[in-house]
């Protein structure tokens, strides 16, 4: 189906891949951009070297376009920015931040520039400095996360640009594609039913406990820090929301949180490590291939009438 | 009179009092603004003073004597 961000980026379906930290490497994103989507590659607290070798690996697997998410917050994050561009990445996300002081050298370099917003003032932000895009998220989505949902989100965000808006957070299955266009999107990013793609290298664990996930399932750590986060529940979120309840200190709740995602992803650890997943965890329940994942979110986009209550 | 303007500003958009708006108040530090509600700020004084103020200069604009200062300077 052909949309304003396919015709842009010349992908053949509207979806993007999320840059997920420690989950969005090589072997993803070039598996989704395979199959028709925008992989991405997620860049987060990584050495440049490390993302550069990501960057490398995912030109050797596939030649269609892909991108890189330059976490901004990152102590690397002008080293990444410059490295992007040396590495002919043609599509950069960002997230935590604003990207406005890398946006011109971005933009000489023929990159499209697509900052991830959670806000209408984010969006108009960006816009104004020259994003090709936006992706607004909604609080369903998994990881870091903003204050709005995503039915309340994108018609706004939508009503404040011109540029295609992407929609994320909480799209699952062909409802959610169809939902995010009826709010105005022209294309959908989509994290955690990937985690779950059979070419995500997380731990079996991982995948096992997002497939195994309810619809209340998860939590979200870290309001007090100004730093909202959304995992399923386990023995650390439930130590998190504990010491946030008695007001501890952020040096205490950093220390608490320092190294956990890597555990849950790398190592496994379901108690103590931290499973970023969005609420829709609850409706994703197999490993597939990404291209079985693509070609299943939008087989039933004309279907979708069909699964509605009323008579249209 | 463009302090006047400027304060009426401030105050719809941050919903603090008129008092609190003193030329040497900080946005950040004294007026809770953070860079969203700053730019919500910026835009609505672009409008009223009929100015442009890049998002290379927000960052320079952190008290109410500078977002004054440059509206000074540009209109």
């Keep these: 189906m052909e949309t304003r961000i396919t015709q842009l980026l010349g992908i053949e379906y509207p979806i993007f891949q999320g840059g997920m930290a420690w989950v969005a490497e090589h072997n993803l994103a070039a598996a989704v951009s395979n199959a028709g989507g925008l992989g991405i590659i997620a860049a987060a607290n990584a050495p440049t070297e490390v993302v550069r070798n990501e960057i490398r690996k995912t030109k050797e697997m596939t030649d269609k376009p892909f991108g890189v998410n330059v976490m901004l917050l990152s102590a690397n994050a002008e080293e990444v920015a410059q490295m992007v561009i040396d590495e002919g990445v043609p599509v950069v996300t960002t997230g935590a931040g604003d990207p406005s002081k890398y946006m011109a050298k971005w933009k000489a370099n023929g990159i499209k520039v697509i900052p991830v917003v959670a806000s209408t003032a984010l969006a108009k932000m960006m816009e104004r400095a020259g994003a090709d895009a936006v992706i607004a998220e909604g609080c369903e989505a998994g990881g870091h996360i903003g204050e709005l949902t995503t039915m309340t989100l994108i018609p706004q965000v939508v009503d404040s640009v011109s540029i295609p808006v992407i929609a994320a957070g909480g799209i699952g299955d062909s409802r959610g594609v169809v939902a995010a266009f009826a709010l105005g999107a022209d294309a959908i990013q989509v994290g955690t039913r990937f985690i779950v793609a059979k070419e995500c290298v997380v731990h079996q664990n991982y995948k096992h406990k997002v497939i195994k996930a309810k619809d209340i399932d998860t939590d979200v750590t870290g309001r007090t820090t100004g730093h909202p986060v959304r995992s399923l529940k386990n023995k650390l979120t439930r130590q998190f929301l504990k010491l946030e309840r008695e007001f501890a200190s952020a040096e205490k709740l950093e220390a608490l949180g320092a190294g956990s995602l890597r555990n849950a992803v790398v190592d496994g650890d379901m108690h103590y490590g931290s499973v970023m997943a969005g609420q829709i965890a609850g409706l994703v329940n197999k490993e597939q291939t990404c291209k079985e994942i693509i070609e299943d979110l939008f087989a039933g986009v004309e279907e979708v009438k069909k699964f509605s209550k009323i008579a249209w | ?75």
Excluded: R, W
């Excluded at chain 2, 008092?19 to 409008?47: C, H, K, N, R, Y």
């Design chain 2, 1 to 75: 009179m463009n302090f006047d303007k400027l304060k009426e500003i401030i105050v719809e958009e941050l919903g603090v009092e008129e008092d609190e708006v003193t030329l040497e108040a900080s946005f950040a530090d004294d007026l809770g603004a953070d860079s969203l509600d700053l730019f919500e700020l910026v835009m609505s004084i672009e409008d009223t003073f009929g100015v442009t103020i890049p998002n290379e200069e927000l960052v320079n604009i952190k008290t109410v004597k500078s977002a004054l200062d440059y509206i000074e300077a540009n209109s």
